[in-house]
Every structure is written in C-alpha cells, then in structure tokens.
C-alpha cells in the first residue's frame, strides 16, 4: 500500500496534497500497490468524501479531538497508529511547511529517514530512484532506499500536476486513535495577517525583477495580472526594496510555487529564483537580455523592452 498524507485547515483541502495522490497513483503504476488517503481530523469531516471521489482503495479518517489544530506530536500520534495498522510501503506526502515539521519526526518514529522535496522519480529495474535538488538547485541527487519500509517520500510542489490525479470512487473509513498530550500550543499562522498572499494557490503570477526599473512602473505589471486574472510576485530584488510585501518573493528564500501560467517581467533568471518557479506549468519571459539565464527555463521568451512589449499584451488579452 501507498498511503498519502491530505493536509487541510479546518476542513479546506491544501491543494497540493491533491499532487500527492497523482503522486502516489504514479508510483502505484510500477509498483503494484494500492493507494490510501489518510486525514486527521478532530470531528468528523466533509473532506473525506471530496477525497473519496479519486482513483484510491479508501480514506481514512483518524479521529481524536486533539488533531482539530495541528501539532507535530498529535499527527506523528496519529500517523504512526495509521501506520501501524495499515503497514504501507511507502508514505507520501507535498513537501509543504507542515510537512516538513512533522514527517521528519514521524519517519524517525519508525527508525527511517525522510526523502524530501523531490522533484521527480524514475523506476530502474524495479528499483525506483528518487530525485531530489541540492545546493539550492545547482546539483540533482539521486536517491535509492533500501531496507524494509515504510518509506517516507515528499515531493515538491509542482513535481507531479493535481489535475492528473485520476478520479475514482473510494470507501471511507473513520478510525479512533489514541493522541497523547501535546507539548506545545500552536499560535496563530505567521501569515494570518490580511496582507499576505498564499502564492502556491495561484493558477496564473505575473512576476517582476530589477527590469521594472523603478516602484512607479510595477503598475505596469499590475494591469497585465489584472487582465489575466492573475496574482503579483516578486524576485528578492523588489522585495529588499520594499516595493513590494516579502510575502510575494518567489525563490529559495521566498515561496515555491507552481502555477499553470507563470509570466517572468525583468528577470534574469538567477538560481535562487529558479528554484521557487521552476516547475510552473508554461513560462513566459520578457527580457532585453538575449542570454538571460529564465530564456533556458522559458517555454515562451521575448527579447525586448517589456514596457513595449507588456502594452501590447494588455491589449491582445483584452480583445479576446
């Protein structure tokens, strides 16, 4: 069994765990082993049935009125009992900030070692290989595990699309487990506040670099997200500026995203950046610089002054 992790807030479903499940379907494929959803929860949950609707054995609800609000302790509790009574071959979860709190926890509960943030797999001979960025996306490692499972694998957002999940009908199974009394009390989420952005929600970003030139023309870019529907970003640059809120930086300091359409004004294309947006569905890049490092990442490039050339894009946008 491949059993994958449903992260959500108060019953709203973390898209990207919808990944995990495309994730564990593909990996289902070479392996032959079925797939399960699990999902903690204080009460009973509506998300149970909207997770029932794909190509999976079952959900599991694991129920305790300590896993309402999330904490490390309560979900490595309840996880490791799901564990242990469904005895998987492999975990698999998006590699997403709560992820990466517990899951190192809960992996070292069962003497194993999480692979995290993949970006993709590849079964060689039946031995499936992952891979993973390292040195801030400089270098891929690949990586085998060996031994007996179960074994944990997180991958990073945008690695495997959620709308290649394949949909089905699944049984939906509510289990009590045991939960001890948590160490810690959870405060409320650091970007709570009515200014922040979640970008890794976002289908379509509009992001701006140095090119842009001066605060003044990010209004520029402004209309051409308004005409698409789409959300502003930044690189680091227009952020240390305080032209825009550190909330919309993309790259390794900033947000991992991986939306269907990702529009890169002004930016070179420097690794640090990369690494946040790489696995966008379509890039497009408008640059004057011809060899600008984004043209190697681009599926569509311009090079040429964006303030010529996002006027017109405005322009064609508007007329469909």
Sequence with gaps: ?????????????????????????????????????MIPAGSDIGLAQEIAGYDIE???????????????????????????????????????????????????????????D????????????????IFLGKLDADVTIKGEGPYFVTFQSGAFRADNAAAGSA???TVDV??????????????????????????VIVA???GIKSEENIKVAEELAEALGADIAASRPICDSEWLPIDRQIGSSGQTVAPKLYIALGISGAIQHIVGMKNSGTIVAINKDSEAPIFDLADYGIVGDLFEAVPTMIEEIQKG
């Design 1 to 37: 069994m491949i059993l994958v992790f449903i992260e959500h807030k108060d019953g709203v479903l973390n898209k990207t765990s919808l990944e995990a499940i495309a994730a564990a379907q593909n990996i289902a494929g070479d392996t032959g082993d079925s797939v399960a959803a």
């Design 58 to 116: 079952k959900v599991i609800v694991a129920k305790n009125d300590k896993l309402g609000t999330y904490t490390p302790d309560g979900y490595t509790d309840a996880f490791a009992e799901i564990i242990r009574k469904e005895n998987p071959n492999y975990v698999v979860m998006a590699h997403t900030y709560q992820v990466r709190d517990f899951c190192p926890k809960l992996a070292a509960r069962f003497g194993k070692e999480m692979v995290g």
């Design 118 to 133: 993949c970006i993709r797999y590849s079964n060689e001979g039946g031995q499936l290989v992952f891979t993973r960025r």
């Design 171 to 173: 049984a939906v199974e």
């Design 178 to 203: 045991e939960v001890g009394d948590p160490r810690m009390v959870p405060e409320e989420p650091f970007q709570e506040a009515k200014a922040s952005v979640d970008l890794t929600k976002s289908e």
């Design 208 to 210: 701006i670099g140095r």
